[in-house]
């Protein structure tokens, strides 16, 4: 497979596949001439003599002092070399990949000023799998992410450090290895390399699309606790939802329809027992809420994919050849910060509803003796699934923390010349954190609601049948995970849920099982 960049319309899928994969990344045909324009233009503005922020002056609060002509391209290995500041642990090098591979989409606009040559290094470090080790701490999300991206930028200078094939090396040793040789930065190149919302947008996209995973999981894990507990799909009827049209809400209910479908572990209208709890009635009303919220940073990342985000920009009047070097902010990362916010809070959410449920499975006082206290059958003895609900519980509590806005805060720097910032990576980082938290509380859901599915089926029989496509992931966890009969080690089995949610397992085969992809509506 092969992805051509446009600097107009790359993907999130395209991104996933880069990242996790090693399809060959080149540039469009349209795209060389703007990128050649753009660095001519630059080699223009220097042979005239013109001031222009970053090119011939200083950066942030340096920007009114002039460099000489002679040492400009010095001054863009400076900034290279000056903000490689990065602490922390390294980012992943999937992570890595996408932050390559969005950073050569955006140079690609061909306003940046970046030649050819330093665009196609950055391109072929890609394809030969040259990852820069990039620390996950520095950036403010304004001015861009100047740390981390500095850091990636190293090894193009043939500096920093570099993955190459699992071992970690230095720059110019890795690029060497690999078949390159590092390039020498002119005018421009090192502030288009390390300005911009790179860093967050491909954290931000990653977490996207392992939101809209994690939120169908948590849909399938809600269904098989319902039939766990003898629930009723009433409050999922297409009548109620139409009444409150959210459309997320209303998708939520539907996909819960068809996955409960034809199963014989839920009941129909009981005069003894009308209703559910929230955690089982309110699916759709909070679970379509998270999907709102992803939605919305889907809509966010994918104009963010495609954006320049880097300052100054150059624009070329192709009739006159006229050059204007202008100033602005489109490094400031509010708008992928505040879409990182609202992600965060809404997977926070999916955690805390799914503890909820786990709590309610294992005490048989809220689940009306349906199912033995902590899910055992010689409880006293046998603590069962207590403790589990415990980490679930620490887990959701963790999550409520980290999901205090990070985009509320700022700090000026650059004696106050860039006095307000977006934290953006910040709350990527956050939402990566809880998303993690989020995937263990689900596992131990459908651990747990599996245990008691099994309860009830010693009841109703071996051959009643469950949704069909609860089913699917109930088969799945079985293969896994046995049935617990008395105490043993679970943090083995926990694990290994755990992967079939964050590998996409178990929404993959209740997908196939219903005949669909449920799609998250774009916002």
């Excluded at 005490?363 to 069962?384: M, R």
């Excluded at 910032?421 to 954190?433: C, D, E, F, P, Q």
Aim: hydrophobic share 45%.
């Amino acid at each position: 497979m092969t992805i051509v960049l446009t600097g107009k319309n790359l993907t999130i899928e395209q991104v996933i596949e880069v990242a996790y994969g090693t399809p060959e990344v080149v540039l469009s045909d349209e795209a060389v001439p703007r990128v050649n324009r753009c660095a001519d233009a630059v080699q223009k503005l220097l042979a005239d003599g013109v001031v222009a922020y970053g090119i011939t002056t200083g950066f942030g609060a340096f920007k009114d002092r002039v460099i000489p002509l002679e040492q400009v391209e010095l001054l863009q290995r400076n900034i290279i070399m000056s903000h490689a500041v990065g602490v922390g642990p390294i980012l992943d090098v999937p992570t890595t990949r996408a932050i390559m591979l969005i950073r050569a989409n955006t140079l690609a606009s061909g306003y940046s000023g970046i030649r050819m040559d330093t665009l196609q290094l950055l391109l072929e470090m890609l394809n030969r799998g040259v990852h820069p080790v990039i620390p996950e701490k520095g950036s403010l999300g304004a001015s861009g992410d100047l740390a981390p991206l500095s850091h990636m930028s190293l090894v193009l200078i043939g500096e920093g450090e570099a993955n190459y094939q699992g071992e970690i090396l230095p720059g110019a040793e890795a690029l060497q290895r690999a078949g390159l040789k590092p390039v020498t930065l002119a005018a421009k190149e090192g502030l288009a390399l390390t300005n911009g919302t790179t860093v967050m947008c491909a954290l931000g996209t990653l977490e996207t699309h392992r939101a809209e995973m994690l939120s169908q999981t948590a849909d399938i894990a809600g269904c098989l606790s319902l039939e766990a507990l003898n629930g009723t799909p009433l409050a999922y009827d297409e009548r109620i939802h139409a009444l409150r049209p959210f459309p997320r809400q209303a998708d939520c209910a539907a996909y819960l329809r068809k996955l409960i479908e034809g199963s014989e572990f839920t009941r129909g209208y009981d005069p003894t027992n009308i209703q559910d709890a929230y955690t089982l009635r309110c699916i759709p009303q909070v679970h379509g809420a998270a999907r709102d919220a992803i939605a919305y940073a889907r809509w966010a990342m994918e104009i963010e994919l495609n954006a320049v985000t880097d300052n100054p920009l150059i624009f070329v009047n192709d009739e006159t050849g006229e050059i204007e070097v202008v100033s602005g902010g489109n490094f400031h990362g509010e708008p992928l910060a505040i879409a990182m916010d609202y992600l965060g809070i809404a997977m926070s959410e999916l955690g805390n509803i799914s503890e909820r449920r786990i709590m309610r499975l294992i005490d048989e006082a809220s689940n009306v003796h349906t199912l033995p206290a902590f899910l055992t059958q010689n409880g006293g003895l046998n603590s069962g699934f207590m403790i589990v609900q415990y980490t679930a519980a620490a887990l959701a509590t963790e999550s409520k923390v980290l999901s205090h806005p990070a985009s509320v805060d700022t700090i000026p720097t650059s004696a106050n010349v860039e006095d307000h910032v977006s934290m953006g990576v910040t709350a990527a980082l956050k939402i990566r954190r809880i998303s993690t938290n989020v995937e263990r509380i689900l596992a131990i859901e459908l651990m747990a609601a599996a245990q008691g599915i099994d309860f009830r089926k010693a009841v109703h029989g071996q051959d009643a049948k469950l949704g069909r496509g609860t089913q699917a992931a109930y088969t799945l966890i079985r293969q896994q995970v046995p049935f617990i009969e008395a105490d043993t080690v679970m943090y083995p089995y926990m694990e290994a849920v755990r992967k079939l949610v964050a590998e996409g397992e178990i929404a993959r085969q209740a997908n196939a099982a219903v005949e669909t992809k449920n799609p998250l509506n774009g916002f």
